[in-house]
């Protein structure tokens, strides 16, 4: 009897600590899933939907990356578990002319083919993200010479350029303000490691975060690539009371005037 009451005591007392660690797992698991689209992918990563969906978290791009920049994420991470990701502020992502991180996945979560210009592998063209400068901390935008991130960044006077303008408040120096070329931008975060202030001033954001997506009803008439949206375009109509009416009869009543 007292064996039974033993083994039930024991058992209910299992059974209560397993539900609670799998609240736990739980609740973490939809932290990290919450958190994912602020998450920086190695080079060559597909949209973070599909790349979830393919990477089986080996860890081979991991172990590849001779910077030690890429992690996986672990519990208490807010990323996806298992998922490779990296930190610019504590290593940026080097620009590894063979990007070595691309080729050992097995699975191609890591798109070899984004990254690759003429049959050969090119850093210069990847996607991780973009530069976000914060113009209420950078010392630039106070007036104080500064050019850290302009400096660091691989593709010197590309990604980030300097535009000069007067201080009006000083009367005798210029303002040279970083401006990020979002098309040239590959989100390496050089520039967000090598920034001066206490928390960087520029921070490398997720593409899809950092930029917005004009829709093809906006067209660069003057750029012949930007055109081609237009094959994707559809016109939408609308009916109101006055478009029932003749444009002539529409301008004679000016009875809505007063």
């Given at each position: 009897m007292i064996s039974d009451r033993r083994k039930f005591i024991l058992n209910t007392a299992r059974a209560v600590g397993i539900t609670a660690i799998g609240g736990f797992v739980w609740s973490a698991y939809v932290e990290e899933a919450i958190a994912s689209p602020l998450t920086l992918r190695p080079p060559g990563a597909l949209v973070e939907d599909d790349f979830l969906k393919a990477c089986i978290k080996c860890g081979l791009c991991v172990e590849a990356c001779p910077y030690d920049t890429l992690l996986l994420s672990k519990p208490g991470d807010n990323k996806p578990l298992g998922t490779p990701y990296f930190v610019p502020r504590d290593i940026p992502?080097?620009?590894?002319?063979?990007i070595p991180?691309?080729?050992?996945c097995p699975t191609g979560a890591l798109d070899e083919s984004s990254v690759t210009t003429d049959g050969e592998l090119d850093i210069n063209i990847a996607e991780m993200g973009v530069a976000v400068v914060d113009a209420h901390s950078c010392i630039a935008f106070w007036g104080i010479q500064c050019d850290a991130c302009y400096r660091a960044c691989p593709l010197l006077g590309e990604a980030i350029k300097i535009e000069y303008s007067q201080n009006k408040r000083t009367g005798k120096h210029a303002y040279r303000i970083p401006v990020i070329d979002a098309d040239a931008c590959t989100g390496c975060g050089l520039c967000e490691k090598a920034c001066v202030t206490e928390k960087a001033a520029v921070a490398i954001l997720p593409t899809q975060v950092a930029l917005g997506k004009v829709g093809d009803y906006y067209i660069k008439g003057w750029d012949k690539e930007d055109e081609k949206r237009l094959e994707n375009a559809h016109e939408i109509k609308s009916t109101t009371d006055i478009s029932k009416r003749s444009a002539m009869d529409s301008?004679?009543?000016s009875e809505d005037l007063y």
């Open positions: 992502c080097y620009m590894c002319p063979d991180c691309v080729p050992v301008l004679n009543d």
